[in-house]
């Protein structure tokens, strides 16, 4: 069983940045495509957001490409989220979460992260709160 586990959400203000992190050791990160979501207060989807498949192929959502970099290392066993000119409207819960299916996985690189469903393994989540 792979259990993911998000870090370094907090609070800041417009413009502001962050660095979240997304833990799994023990298990082999190469091997599995991974993702970050967010769900804002009051809504109930998940929104995916930046998304790595096994090649290392990147797919963000429109809403933070240019603002968000995702990143994986492998030997740390860790996901990375660097957030940097962040809105109000980003207030949200982030997720991790990783699949190893190759038809799910292909979703990033064929249809982008707004297009990625059924991964199997998602973190509790950490929340970012941002402020005007």
């Known amino acids: 069983q792979v259990q993911l586990a998000e870090s370094g959400g907090g609070s800041v203000q417009a413009g502001g940045s962050l660095r979240l992190a997304c833990a799994g050791p023990g298990y082999n990160y190469s091997a599995y495509c991974m993702g970050w979501f967010r769900q804002a207060p009051g809504k109930e989807e998940r929104e995916g957001i930046a998304?790595?498949?096994?090649?290392?192929?990147?797919s963000y959502a429109d809403s933070v490409k240019g603002r968000f970099t995702i990143s994986k290392d492998n030997a740390k066993h860790t996901l990375y989220l660097e957030m940097t000119g962040l809105k109000p409207d980003d207030t949200a819960t982030y997720f991790c979460a990783a699949g190893d299916l190759r038809g799910t996985c292909a979703a990033i690189r064929h249809l982008g992260v707004h297009n990625l469903y059924g991964l199997d393994y998602w973190g509790q989540g950490t929340q970012v709160n941002v402020s005007s």
């Open positions: 998304a790595i498949d096994t090649e290392g192929y990147i």
